[in-house]
């Protein structure tokens, strides 16, 4: 096995730097560094915003900026060149860049990043064109009829340090069609935290003093971003990715800046007999100020209209207007039963923990089913059953794994009858509708979790990978894309299907970087080393293929690609057929 690096990930790196930098210093020092002040607070770092960019770093007249899509970087390359001449002529500071854009891994140590695709990016940005743009032909094969415009080859170049020649393509606006030709094939644009409220909720620290009851902080945490994430006019961070930063000491302007929010609420949670002491204290990351705090004490039966209440308080202080749906969904309780929900906690705890095995399912089994047994109209309890057997289906676990797919859609079913405006048990019912087959449920049951819960991570990653499955791979990537910006923390699952669709689409290197990123960061999958393996058998590297075959059989000597795809629900042969023939063009399977 390779060595494995942790800090590691996919991004799309932007350079940019000031054409006739040395020699606006020399002929007025403090007029150039005016006016590149200014150009950077009026449209650089605002056109950086708009496009869910994170400006890394400024080294003189260059600025890194680190994109988590392709897209977004492309995007926000086009819209300051278009600016920039657009005001060339008027009052403008005569400031002309040159930008390159690459797709590629990074190496990250504190805020900073480095490595080849930064070094890439940098070499490409030296062959731009004043005032226009210059990208690899790994982000014009990602971004390739998702923008207005069509970048012309402009063959291969070397690089220092890099191993390969790099295939370069180059757009300038004095030949931009845009104006004329208006996007007819571009996806709107994913959703954008400039300009709405935003907000990431840490989960609430355990002050009981006793372990066990981390079930129990980490679950009022995730109700709260449940509630949250039923408000179409606020952004949330899913659990996955706000979760990440527990048990870490970290400043508050650093988790908005990495989860690109504007406001964090934490707090904690000190639970004793039958009472629960609740503090939270929502920040506004900008300046660290108090946007609004508070302390409960309450009886532990009142917890559920305490989290009501909190929702509503952080709503309010984020000044969003809430429609009479949305208001009344905040109401509604899904079970008075604090002991039936109490396990459903417990449960849920170990169905989202990184670890899964067959004792931990057998272990949630147990718990839902009391929790079921306590309260018979409790519906996540039944969502949590369909999801515990859906991924018995999928990893084996009990003796009879193919008849789990049919109890997994029993207790689906069972979910939303009992739980109709509960997002969770609509999207489980879609996952389980999805494997039986059942396209038209499927679809029927995502596009409801998401009317119920628009910033739901999950259902909007489910509804990408309906797409795939379906046989419109490239309807699946703005989708996923767009689960990825609301969970950047859980990118290895999203990875996995945005490198199966761009394969699937054809879009060879870009697959080959999403799923070489997705092993980095799963090194034990499977799974995506077959689909890797396809795509390098389709780039012609025989040898690097069948590598990574040799890394699955290690990992997994008993896998077997028929049985994997047999259980996948694709609705067109021709597309696993092109994983298949991936594999026979690097002869593979032996």
Not at 44 to 56: C, K, L, M, Q, S
Not at 334 to 355: K, P, S
Request: with cysteine; aromatic share 6%; net charge negative.
């Amino acid at each position: 096995m390779p060595e494995i690096r942790t800090n590691r990930r996919l991004a799309a790196i932007l350079v940019a730097d000031v054409v006739g930098y040395s020699r606006m210093m020399g002929a007025d020092e403090a007029g150039t560094l005016e006016a590149l002040k200014h150009h950077r607070e009026a449209l650089f770092d605002p056109t950086v915003a708009e496009n869910n960019g994170r400006v890394v770093k400024l080294v003189g007249d260059g600025t890194l900026v680190e994109f988590a899509s392709a897209l977004d970087a492309v995007r926000c390359a086009l819209a300051i060149q278009r600016a920039v001449k657009a005001a060339a002529g008027s009052d403008d500071d005569g400031i002309v860049l040159r930008i390159g854009v690459n797709l590629g891994d990074v190496i990250i140590e504190g805020d900073d990043i480095y490595g080849d695709g930064v070094n890439i990016a940098a070499r490409l940005e030296s062959l731009a064109e004043p005032g226009g743009v210059c990208i690899s032909s790994i982000v014009n094969e990602s971004v390739q009829g998702r923008i207005d415009i069509a970048f012309s080859d402009c063959g291969e170049v070397s690089a220092k340090n890099i191993d390969r020649p790099i295939r370069t393509w180059k757009w300038h606006p004095d030949g931009d069609g845009a104006a004329a030709q208006p996007d007819r094939q571009a996806p709107e644009p994913a959703q954008k935290s400039n300009g709405r409220a935003s907000i990431a909720v840490l989960p609430f620290d355990n002050m009981s003093g006793d372990p066990e009851q981390e079930y129990f902080s980490d679950g009022i945490s995730e109700d709260i971003i449940t509630d949250l994430s039923k408000v179409a006019g606020l952004i949330v961070i899913a659990r996955n990715s706000s979760f990440a930063y527990k048990g870490r000491s970290i400043d508050i302007r650093t988790v908005a800046r990495e989860l690109g929010v504007k406001s964090v609420l934490e707090g904690s949670i000190r639970r004793a007999g039958n009472r629960v002491r609740i503090n939270a204290q929502l920040i506004d990351a900008a300046n660290g100020a108090h946007l609004w705090a508070e302390r409960y004490d309450r009886d532990l039966t009142d917890i559920f209209e305490l989290q009501d209440e909190v929702t509503r308080m952080i709503v309010d202080a984020l000044k969003v207007k809430l429609s009479a749906s949305e208001s009344a969904r905040l109401s509604g309780e899904a079970t008075t039963n604090v002991e039936a929900h109490d396990l459903v906690l417990r449960a849920r705890a170990l169905l989202h923990g990184a670890a899964k095995d067959a004792a931990i399912f057998r272990s949630a089994v147990a718990l839902l089913e009391g929790a079921i047994a306590l309260d018979p109209d409790y519906g996540e309890s039944y969502g949590g059953m369909a999801m515990a057997y859906l991924y018995d289906f999928q990893n084996r676990w009990s003796d009879e794994p193919d008849r789990s797919l049919e109890t997994a859609m029993r207790y689906a079913d069972q979910a939303v009858e009992k739980a109709p405006n509960d997002p969770y048990c609509h999207y489980v019912a879609s996952v389980a509708a999805g494997f039986s087959k059942d396209y038209d449920r499927s679809e029927i049951e995502v596009e409801k979790a998401l009317a119920l819960s628009p910033n739901f991570a999950p259902a909007i990653n489910s509804k990408g990978v309906r797409h795939i499955f379906g046989g419109q791979p490239d309807a699946a990537v703005p989708e996923i894309e767009r689960a990825l910006r609301l969970d950047p923390a859980n990118g290895h699952s999203y990875l996995h299907f945005l490198g199966l669709a761009h394969l699937l689409s054809g879009k060879y290197e870009t697959a080959a970087a999403e799923l070489r990123a997705r092993i980095v960061q799963v090194p034990e999958t499977d799974m995506s080393r077959a689909y890797l393996a396809a795509t390098l058998g389709h780039l012609g590297e025989i040898d690097e293929a069948r590598r990574v075959w040799g890394e699955l059989k290690t990992i997994n000597p008993s896998y077997s690609f028929d049985a994997h795809v047999g259980r996948l629900p694709f609705q067109r042969p021709e597309y696993p057929q092109r994983i298949r023939e991936g594999l026979a063009k690097a002869g593979l399977p032996d």
